[in-house]
């Protein structure tokens, strides 16, 4: 009887340490895992930063979502991309875009409204050079994580509706998903301002493409 109740005694002791033994590998692996989504949230956002060093965005944001304002917001999109070819002078980082961009900021609003003025329109129409926060995008095979970034930024009256955006620098605007491909030209404009481990995060499969203005 004695030596029965030893036996389960063990049993009983066996099992326990068999359990803690089990949630103690169940808790470390939690804290690793914990630990290294810490470590990776902050090497994205680290990265993040530093890509928004190396680019400026290009931000229209529609009056609203109806059929009329967004058109719009694509014909003054359109518009001030014209514009941008026709004067801007090729620029040697994001930086020096920004303040090309500032210097003719007036002109820019002006062919702006301009537009907006020629479709019957009377809304009031602001350009800016300034820091936005987006959201995650990704386009061909390139995500921009959400963050915030400089951007030429245009609303358009209320600026309620769906925006459109694009990359001014280094080049990337995304205009038609369906027929435009990425060059090695600009995907290389990009590689060569970020570390080989940025740009391997940044890169991702998608189905959308992208349509490339130079300057």
């Not at 004695?2 to 002791?13: A, G, V």
């Not at 605007?173 to 030209?185: R, T």
Request: proline share 3%; net charge negative.
């Amino acid at each position: 009887m004695e030596r029965s109740y030893i036996q389960t005694i063990q049993k009983i002791e066996r099992n326990a340490a068999g359990i803690i033994l089990f949630l103690a590998l169940c808790i470390s692996m939690l804290l690793t895992g914990i630990m290294c989504r810490r470590v990776d949230a902050a090497a994205q956002a680290d990265m993040q930063e530093h890509l928004a060093q190396e680019v400026l965005r290009f931000h229209v944001l529609a009056n609203s979502d109806s059929d009329a304002d967004q058109a719009l917001k694509l014909k003054v999109r359109d518009a001030v991309l014209a514009f941008l070819e026709e004067t801007m002078p090729e620029m040697d980082d994001a930086s020096q875009t920004a303040a090309w961009m500032r210097e003719h900021i007036d002109a820019i609003g002006e062919v702006s409204r301009e537009t907006v003025a020629s479709e019957g329109e009377e809304y009031p129409v602001s350009a800016a050079v300034t820091t936005c926060w987006f959201p995650d995008r990704t386009y061909g095979d390139i995500t921009f994580p959400a963050g915030n970034y400089e951007a030429l930024r245009i609303e358009i009256g209320a600026a309620e509706g769906h925006n459109w955006w694009c990359v001014l620098y280094p080049g990337l605007c995304f205009l038609d998903s369906a027929n435009a491909v990425v060059p090695e030209e600009g995907r290389e404009k990009l590689k060569n301002v970020l570390t080989e481990e940025e740009y391997s995060r940044i890169t991702a499969t998608s189905d959308f493409k992208i349509s490339w203005f130079f300057w």
